[in-house]
């Protein structure tokens, strides 16, 4: 059994910064990857950003230099540093983890949170 839970999220001005977090829970052994995923309406959903349980990492090509993601392994947490902020970052943003493992063997390919949403307006 486990859930993800993401926070951080509200009404920013352009410019402005934001930081997101999304804690995993449960009796986890192991996440390989964490991410984040944005979905603007009308558009498809898109990676923002990934890492892994080594700590290499990839970004969009929309905010690198902007964003900037990172994990506790031993919290089973992964955030999102969000700065120089513009409207076009507006969307509902999850987080996702890959090939989870839990202490009594139960494996998860790929599971989501279920969003919050981040509004970049003045």
């Known amino acids: 059994q486990v859930q993800l839970v993401e926070s951080g999220g509200g009404l920013v001005q352009p410019g402005g910064s934001l930081r997101l977090t999304c804690v995993a829970s449960?009796?986890?052994?192991?996440?390989?990857?964490m991410g984040w995923y944005r979905q603007a309406p009308g558009k498809q959903r898109e990676l923002v950003a990934t890492?892994?349980?080594?700590?290499?990492?990839n970004y969009a090509d929309s905010i690198k230099g902007r964003f900037t993601i990172s994990r506790d392994n031993a919290k089973n947490t992964v955030y999102l540093q969000m700065n120089m902020l513009k409207p076009e970052d507006t969307a509902v943003y999850y987080c996702?983890?890959?090939?989870?493992?839990?202490?009594?063997?139960?494996?998860?390919?790929?599971?989501w949170g279920q969003g919050t949403l981040v509004n970049v307006s003045s």
């Open positions: 449960g009796s986890i052994l192991s996440i390989y990857a």
């Open positions: 996702n983890a890959n090939n989870l493992r839990m202490v009594l063997g139960t494996k998860y390919r790929e599971l």
């Open positions: 890492i892994f349980s080594g700590g290499s990492t």
